[in-house]
């Protein structure tokens, strides 16, 4: 079997019994619809904890992030009614705004969305070059080569088919129920599977350098053609770097960090490569290989890791609502570090994100609580499910936490054409700080277990055959002598 590689909130495998093949088909037939079916969730504490692996707090801070995203998602889309991205994304006290929400450290809670994205690049980085790294350690160039070659060939197919297949299902929902969203729908089914397709095949083409960066059957997948590109920068400089010496590779790593940010606007690849390097780290300081300078920083290690997690939470707060360095200097708390930005950069966020990520991950592994969190049961559930949690959550809110947000009275002005039976069926207060009203929490006791549901879902219909089927198409490429 071709080595597994993980990326950008995809984890592959799940914890379940294989079917017993001594039962009948109908009765394992069975068996398999009510495992598909069954919430997992509602199930988790009486479950048996497998042992955790090295890395799995990375699983559970992938997890975090990914609800983190969702969390921001319904923030924005159901404050949408009062402009709420104007307050939640901007610093504390802009234009004489004070909300709870919008302090330093909280505001991540609230709208961190941006800041969790960044850590599964971080992340995705550090994953897919574990494998190739240890290789490389052992000098075993070989195997290398075939670990990188199958890793880029199923790579595309892996991250892909999980998106043509919920965008897809999503888009046809539209037209096989006669269900309203937000969003511009085609007069017939034809058409819009035509307009589905056009979007899709630009969308997913590496190297577009022009048109709409989103796709429209679910915006918030802008990430997948960038992870893909992430990891392309990864498995070549992999390669390009397997027979550098030690201190050769980790330096030229670094240099294609400063390339990345401060000399391209390339922010993305060197969230990549940063996540490479620190997987570097981590296996040199398991076989105590780390260069000599480290050894002088062991006695401020817990020193150093607390500062570097504060860091992180502060600058993770980075207000997003503009791209504009004139509003990031009048924010308050950001005038000096403004000064930081580079001149590649041109969304300022990303470059602050950026040390906001990476100090996150390093830290984590280096502080006990923190990392325990991380590899609580809820945590590495989050992570199991995260790449379909990060697919599904945009058409379960505008399918069903549309509706039931117009119900507790967070309608739009849309909802009055669409959706004018559901308006304030159920009207529940407004009081409380921004964006932990009663009536914008109460929904969630639907949304987020349908969420959860719907995630768990596709992880064992998409995500898992997905991997099953990249690894199966690659295999039936090989040569007879390579085959695995």
């Avoid at 058409?191 to 969308?203: Q, S």
């Avoid at 290690?301 to 707060?317: A, D, Q, R, T, V």
Wanted: aromatic share 18%; net charge positive; proline share 4%.
């Amino acid at each position: 079997m071709p080595a597994r590689h993980d990326g950008i909130l995809e984890t592959g495998y799940w914890d379940e019994n294989k079917l017993d093949v001594n039962l009948s088909t109908h009765t394992r037939m069975i068996k398999w619809g009510i495992d598909l079916l069954r919430p997992s969730f509602l199930t988790m504490a009486g479950g048996r904890r497998k042992q955790l692996g090295r890395t799995a707090y990375l699983d559970g801070l992938r997890g975090f992030a990914a609800f983190i995203v969702y969390w921001h998602h319904h923030q924005l889309w159901a404050h949408g009614a009062i402009s709420a991205d104007g307050i939640l994304e901007n610093a504390f006290g802009y234009n004489g705004q004070y909300y709870f929400a919008c302090l330093h450290g909280v505001r991540t809670f609230f709208t961190g969305g941006h800041f969790a994205v960044t850590v599964f690049f971080v992340i995705s980085g550090y994953v897919l070059s574990t494998k190739p790294l240890k290789l490389i350690h052992s000098s075993e160039y070989v195997k290398l080569g075939d670990n990188l070659a199958s890793a880029l060939f199923r790579r595309w197919l892996r991250l892909h088919i999980p998106v043509i297949c919920t965008t897809f299902l999503y888009m046809t929902s539209w037209h096989a129920f006669g269900l309203w969203t937000d969003h511009e729908h085609q007069s017939n089914y034809r058409d819009e599977l035509w307009k589905w397709y056009a979007e899709f095949k630009n969308f997913s083409f590496v190297f577009n350098t022009g048109g709409n960066p989103w796709f429209p059957y679910d915006i918030h997948v802008w990430s997948i053609p960038v992870e893909f590109r992430g990891s392309i920068v990864i498995y070549t400089s992999l390669l390009a770097f397997s027979k550098c010496t030690r201190n050769a590779r980790l330096w030229c790593n670094v240099g294609l960090i400063f390339y990345f940010m401060y000399i391209a606007d390339g922010w993305f690849c060197s969230m990549f490569v940063a996540g490479m390097l620190l997987c570097d780290l981590d296996l040199l300081a398991e076989s105590n290989d780390l260069p000599r300078f480290f050894s002088i920083l062991e006695p401020f290690k817990e020193l150093i890791f607390y500062h570097l997690f504060i860091i992180s939470i502060y600058l993770g707060g980075i207000p997003s609502h503009s791209s504009d360095i004139q509003v990031l200097k009048t924010s308050r708390g950001w005038y000096y570090l403004s000064f930081l930005k580079p001149q590649a950069v041109f969304d300022y966020k990303w470059f602050y994100l950026f040390w906001a990520a990476t100090f996150l991950v390093t830290s984590t592994s280096h502080i006990s609580w923190l990392k325990s969190f991380f590899e609580t049961s809820f945590n590495q559930y989050l992570g199991r499910i995260s790449f379909a949690l990060y697919l599904v959550h945009g058409p379960v809110l505008w399918l069903l936490g549309d509706r039931l947000y117009a119900a507790t009275g967070w309608s739009r002005k849309s909802h009055g054409i669409g959706l004018p039976d559901w308006i304030n069926i159920f009207p529940l207060p407004k009081a409380g700080p921004l964006g932990l009203e009663l009536s914008f929490l109460a929904p969630h006791l639907i949304i987020l277990p349908v969420t959860l549901w719907f995630a768990e879902i596709a992880t064992k219909l998409l995500d898992k055959p997905s991997v099953k089927f990249a690894q199966w198409v690659y295999g039936k490429t090989l040569v007879p002598s390579t085959k695995l």
